[in-house]
């Protein structure tokens, strides 16, 4: 299974381009033809300009006011005053850049702090940091995986998890979404030790894994439990049915619920240490930027205070206007064909919503979808006019 997150479809290749047939050969031949393929096969993107603080803004080529439905922003924090102003005196402090990677140069005070805070906040003994969420994945996988030497990942997971995988030279097997029988007869078939890894929240349907049955397979067959709580800002938080006499290690992204950008990997305190030695994305990059760390902390401060209760208590509100019942704040809305899902979201931007439509390679065929994020920071007005529109865009 490959498939990566779709963030945008984009405008459209430029115009006349056809793809392959220009003169020279080798290489500049080669990228003309893959290309041309990606505009035969309707596939290509490239990134809309949004101009914007917060939901609300606009999209710079074409000068359309939008409201965005789109992001992972989802209590809004990108813009709270504390957190800017928290990267704004980082920033004062200890300027643009790490300047190298965290075992040479590049380590902060704010980073160890932003540690501490991460491990606290997730009940674990320790957390590292990474730049970015994906790099998190790729360290954890590689060093976990390659230890163990079998990985047992879900049909669903992140593109960072499959990498991940690939670095980790193990035997890989995928197995069912969200099924722990599927998972249990893998494990049962014996093997080096395993790592199960899983989203808890995944990023295209926004539904949840079965943690409890995923935690007492690892259990009855000494696997470790690797879980990716990217999205998981209204849960599921493991409790002790997930954690007790499990190794469970707990991959997050600094970029979604705590408005940012970074990664941690947080669990056993020799696990960390494993990984601050051996992963390869930790060790040979450039330490994530103070002031990206330090609006991480702020944010996480909000979140764990009462302001960050309400935020989560906005955001699921929002949730059961859109999706009554659903579990998370990523709402798909499955229409089938490509062609179905590109109009739609056509439509819903002339009406000044921004909401990406998702396909293939992405969603398996026939399940193309508008894929609807929705943030605490969306007034009820705004989420009133997204549910209207879906109904007689969608109808
Ligand atoms: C499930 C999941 N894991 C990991 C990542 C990567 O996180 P980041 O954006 O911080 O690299 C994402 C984000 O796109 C994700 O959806």
Redesign the pocket.
């Known amino acids: 299974v490959t498939r990566a997150?779709e963030v945008d479809a984009g405008p459209g290749a430029p115009a006349g381009w056809t793809g392959g047939g220009r003169p020279g050969a080798g290489w500049e031949e080669a990228v003309a033809d893959r290309l041309g393929r990606v505009v035969a096969e309707g596939r290509w993107r490239s990134p809309r300009s949004f101009d914007a603080l917060g939901v609300a803004g606009t999209l710079s080529d074409e000068g359309r006011a939008v409201v965005s439905f789109a992001s992972?922003d989802y209590l809004g924090l990108t813009a709270h005053p504390k957190v800017v102003a928290a990267a704004r005196d980082a920033l004062g402090r200890w300027g643009a850049g790490a300047g190298g990677s965290r075992l040479v140069t590049g380590s902060r005070p704010v980073h160890r702090e932003l540690e501490e805070a991460l491990a606290e906040w997730k009940g674990c003994e320790a957390a590292v940091s990474f730049p970015?969420?994906?790099?998190a994945?790729l360290g954890a996988l590689s060093v976990l995986g390659g230890l163990g030497g079998r990985v047992l990942s879900d049909e669903l997971n992140?593109a960072?998890?499959i990498d991940g995988c690939r670095l980790a030279r193990a035997e890989v097997s995928v197995y069912r979404h969200a099924d722990p029988d599927h998972l249990e007869s893998l494990l049962s078939r014996g093997g080096p030790p395993a790592v199960v890894v899983t989203?808890t929240v995944f990023?295209m349907d926004g539904d949840l894994a079965p943690l409890e049955e995923l935690a007492a397979a690892c259990r009855r067959h000494g696997a470790l439990l690797l879980l990716?709580e990217?999205?998981a800002v209204l849960g599921p938080h493991p409790g002790p049915k997930v954690t007790d006499g499990v190794c469970v290690v707990r991959v997050g992204?600094?970029?979604?619920t705590l408005g940012s950008?970074?990664?941690y990997v947080a669990g056993p305190r020799p696990v960390v240490d494993l990984l601050i030695n051996l992963a390869r994305p930790y060790i040979f990059t450039t330490a994530q930027s103070p002031a990206d760390a330090a609006a991480a902390l702020a944010a996480l401060e909000v979140v764990r205070s009462p302001e960050g209760a309400a935020l989560c208590a906005r955001l699921a509100g929002h949730v059961e206007r859109v999706a009554p019942g659903h579990p998370s704040p990523i709402v798909p809305v499955v229409l089938g064909t490509e062609e179905r899902a590109l109009r739609c979201s056509e439509a819903l931007l002339a009406e000044g919503l921004w909401v990406p439509a998702i396909r293939p390679p992405t969603v398996a065929e026939g399940t193309s979808r508008l894929r609807v994020t929705l943030s605490a920071a969306h007034t009820d007005e705004q989420v009133g006019r997204l549910v209207s529109a879906l109904a007689s865009v969608t109808g």
């Not at 970015?132 to 790099?135: D, H, I, S, V």
């Not at 992204?253 to 979604?256: A, P």
Request: proline share 0%; glycine share 14%; charged share 20%.
């Open positions: 997150e992972n970015t969420g994906f790099a994945n992140h960072s998890i989203d990023s990716d990217a999205h992204t600094l970029s979604k950008l970074g990664g």
